[in-house]
């Protein structure tokens, strides 16, 4: 029988401490070697210039009383801080002719000119860099793993030769291990920074994608997210039933504004939006289209269900008495009329819009107030 020698019981721990203790000495010794952290540098002068730039966007949106909306904010920081003139012009303009900078004006503003806002171009510029930041991650992760294995391998390798050659073999593991600890470190930090940038992209997109779907005014999805929500429909798995598009308009919008301000036909435009709001959701998808216009779209009802429902909004709308509260004085009743049409073609839907306005100027022609169906 083959004779196995083994050391004596305190030799195999002692050369396994003595490692252990090289390694941890390292450990202490680079720590102790690192230089105190800087101390924070002064905070630059840019910072006061901001703050100023910061008071004076919120002395624009008080003055003006206007909502802490997303597309204000753009708006007054591109007041006051001189970056749009068209826009700044425009305003000077306004205020000379004695019209108020209100929500429903800046909102204006951008609607017509779609190009300034938050538009499919920029949202995919967002995305493209949100994209970008977790696939730098990504690489970082496995770069962080790859690095990690190869420590792992080497540290075997090594290992095995620690019997015949400990003393070289401690200062080459001694040496694996340094430049694993500032390569680990050098990817933790980066990953860390890539994280962040990755959730402030994210969350930018987030808010970005909101903002550029929602009418500012009445909160209800613009005309940008109706288009969307129709295409939506189009890749989804087609109803026995076909939606029916309704176009909705208040009547005698202008002679409220004329008579009441701007502030007023907000309200009334709010009002309005309220309703439709109410009644939206998995069978109804309501939107602002512009203007005094609104768009619904009903899933899974008849014709007739549709027009059955736009007139119990229609006559809830004229039972209230509604007061101009800066005023008091009355603004009368307030009403829309209707077209409805069923959108026979998803892919054609602009055909629809077209039949349903049609019908939307024969209730006008016939007396307002009413909901006429296509032919």
């Not at 800087?38 to 006061?48: E, H, I, K, Q």
């Not at 205020?95 to 938050?118: K, M, Q, T, V």
């Not at 209730?363 to 169906?373: D, I, L, P, Q």
């Amino acid at each position: 029988m083959a004779t196995v020698h083994t050391p004596p019981e305190d030799v195999e721990p002692q050369r396994r401490s003595g490692l252990i203790g090289a390694l941890s000495r390292f450990g202490r010794t680079s720590a102790e070697a690192e230089p105190a952290a800087a101390p924070a540098p002064p905070r630059p002068a840019t910072v006061s210039s901001a703050r100023r730039l910061y008071d004076r966007i919120g002395d624009f949106l008080f003055r003006h009383s206007l909502e802490l909306t997303p597309l204000n904010f753009g708006a007054a920081h591109d007041v006051v801080g001189d970056i749009n003139q068209e826009l700044i012009n425009a305003v000077s303009k306004s205020l000379l002719e004695g019209e108020p900078i209100s929500n429903a004006w800046i909102e204006r503003f951008y609607g017509e000119r779609p190009e300034d806002g938050l538009g499919s171009g920029k949202l995919e510029d967002i995305a493209n860099s949100v994209e970008a930041e977790l696939g730098r991650c990504i690489a970082l992760i496995g770069q962080s793993g790859t690095a990690q294995k190869e420590f792992g391998d080497a540290l075997t390798s090594e290992i095995a030769t620690l019997e015949t050659t400990p003393a070289q073999t401690l200062s080459r593991v001694v040496e694996l291990t340094r430049k694993m600890v500032a390569q680990t470190r050098s990817v933790d930090q980066e990953l860390r920074e890539r994280r962040e940038q990755a959730q402030t992209l994210r969350s930018t997109l987030r808010t970005a994608n909101r903002v550029a779907n929602l009418d500012h005014l009445t909160n209800l999805p613009n005309r940008r997210a109706f288009e969307k929500h129709i295409r939506d429909l189009t890749a989804a798995v087609p109803r026995s039933q076909k939606p029916v598009l309704a176009m909705c308009d208040i009547d005698h919008f202008k002679k409220i504004n004329d008579a009441h301000g701007h502030a007023t036909g907000d309200r009334v435009l709010k009002l309005i939006a309220k309703q439709f709001q109410e009644i939206a959701g998995d069978f109804c998808f309501a939107a602002r289209f512009g203007g005094e216009e609104f768009v619904l779209l009903f899933q899974d009802t008849s014709m007739e269900e549709a027009a059955a429902e736009i007139d119990r909004i229609r006559t809830g709308l004229l039972e209230r008495k509604l007061v101009d509260k800066d005023s008091g004085r009355p603004l009368g009743q307030v009403n829309f009329s209707a077209g409805i049409a069923e959108l026979d073609d998803l892919a054609d839907v602009h055909a629809t819009i077209e039949r349903a306005d049609t019908a939307l100027y024969a209730a006008k022609n016939a007396g307002r107030g009413r909901t006429c169906v296509a032919a």
